[in-house]
């Protein structure tokens, strides 16, 4: 048995680390806090002080349940190509512009993705020696 922490005696023990501490300096021992450790003769004389003690019982984190996802949650709602060109009209949007537009971003962004590799493929490739 090699050295053990106060903290984790008083476990075994099911007793407070200030409980266990206590005992100890009144043994005579040089002990701070929890953290301190103790030399297994020190732990041999504690335990046989304490025989009926029991450790205690570890508490279980409790699992929640995972939220059930809800019909709104999901973004696979269907999209009424007539209902979206009328409410675009009321709104003054015009939806090619709107279309054109976001295929020019994903575009432009496949684009600065594919240049970004390219630049770190050049980084790694070792330079030519002469």
Known sequence: MSKVRVHELAKQLGM????????LQEMGEF???AS???EAPVVRKLVALYP????AEE?????????????????????NPELAAELAAELG???????????????AQEEA???????????STPAPTA
């Open 16 to 23: 407070e680390s200030k409980e266990v501490l206590a005992k």
């Open 31 to 33: 002990v701070r806090s």
């Open 36 to 38: 301190s450790t103790v």
């Open 52 to 55: 009926d003690a029991k450790p």
């Open 59 to 79: 508490k279980k984190p409790v699992k929640k349940a995972a939220a059930k996802k809800t019909a709104a949650s999901k973004k696979t709602a269907e999209v």
């Open 93 to 107: 949007v015009d939806l090619a512009a709107l279309k054109a537009s976001r295929d020019a971003e994903k575009v």
């Open 113 to 123: 993705k594919a240049a970004a590799n390219e630049a770190a493929a050049a980084e």
